[in-house]
Structures are given as C-alpha cells and as structure tokens.
C-alpha cells in the first residue's frame, strides 16, 4: 500500500509569507545571512502587544527556520530587553533552534502509536538514506532530521512529517520514495 500523505493547513499571513519569502531569498544569496527587513516586518506585526516575546521568537523561527543571533539582536532592541533575555526565554522551550536547518525538515514520530507499529524501522531507513542523525543537517542542506514524540494523526501509524506535509502508514520503501521525491524535486 502506497504512503497516505496529509498537507496540513499553513495557517499564517500574507505578511508572514512575504517575510519568509524575504528572509529566504536573503539567506539564498549568503548562507547565515538575516534580513532585517524580515524581523523588521516581525517586529512591526507585534508592536505594543504584551507577552510578545515568545510569539516574536516563533515568527522569527517560521521565517528563517532556527534563532539567527543578529535577528535576536534587533528583536531585544525593540521588545526594550536584554538579549540574554531573549536568549533565557527561547533555551527553556525545545521549540527554538540555534542551529541553521535544512531546506525541508523531516520529523520522525516516536510516540507510542508510532512506536508500536515500528517508528524505529522508519527512523532506521531515513537514517540511512540521510547519512544523519537526529538533530543533523544533510551536508547539501536539504533535509534535517528530528524525533517527535506524537504528530496527532495516530492512527495512521508509523508518521513522518516532511515540513508540512503528514506522511502515514509508512513502509521502508514508502520512506525511501517519500524522501526520493523531495530530492527530485531539489534536482539532487
Ligand atoms: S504517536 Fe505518532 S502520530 Fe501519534
């Protein structure tokens, strides 16, 4: 049986699209490089919001895929907090990244459902064909690997998710086309 794939609905703005769009191209042209424009836009769409802290750190995550330390920067400069701060806030969630990913995330689930019907199999097969562990980005940038505890659509288990997209009743072969399709796609 073929992998049932399930796109989940992206649920952000028109503004969050074009500061993705902004902040991609931007680290298009120089890996590692932040557009200020991108966390300028960020920071406009939560100006005198109270607890804009932690809603801040998420958009900043969704547009450049981890906490890059200049945007952190610019981010303490207009919440009126010291970086640290900032920094104290994300380290105590396992949400925020640090670290650059890959172009497309792909999260293994590992809760119980998953588990019993063989996550670690999965796991095992993207492993391989990623050459990564968990946690790790693929030398060429297109995929970083990560262990979830339950993506909420248990009863197609074992689950992969590939950014947004929900891949179900997954088989080793499922797993390797599932990932061949995105490297196609990638020219790779
Ligand atoms: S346990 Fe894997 S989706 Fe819930």
Partial sequence: ??????????????????????????????PGAVDS????????????????????LQDIQNTFGYLPRPALRLAARRLHRPVSELLGVATFYSQFRFRP?????????????????????????VRQELRVDEGETTPDGLFTLEHVACLGCCSLAPVMMVDETAYGRLTRQAVRRVLGRYRGEAGT
């Fill in 37 to 56: 424009r991108a966390v300028r836009a960020i920071l406009d769409r939560h100006e005198g919001e109270r607890g804009a802290v932690i809603p801040v």
């Fill in 1 to 30: 049986m073929s992998e049932q794939s399930h796109s989940a609905a992206p649920g952000v703005t028109v503004e969050q699209r074009r500061a993705e769009r902004v902040a991609k191209s931007s680290i298009r042209r120089r």
């Fill in 101 to 125: 990913v890959g172009k497309h995330i792909v999260r293994v689930c590992h809760g119980t459902a998953c588990h019993v019907a063989g996550a670690e199999r999965m796991s095992d097969t």
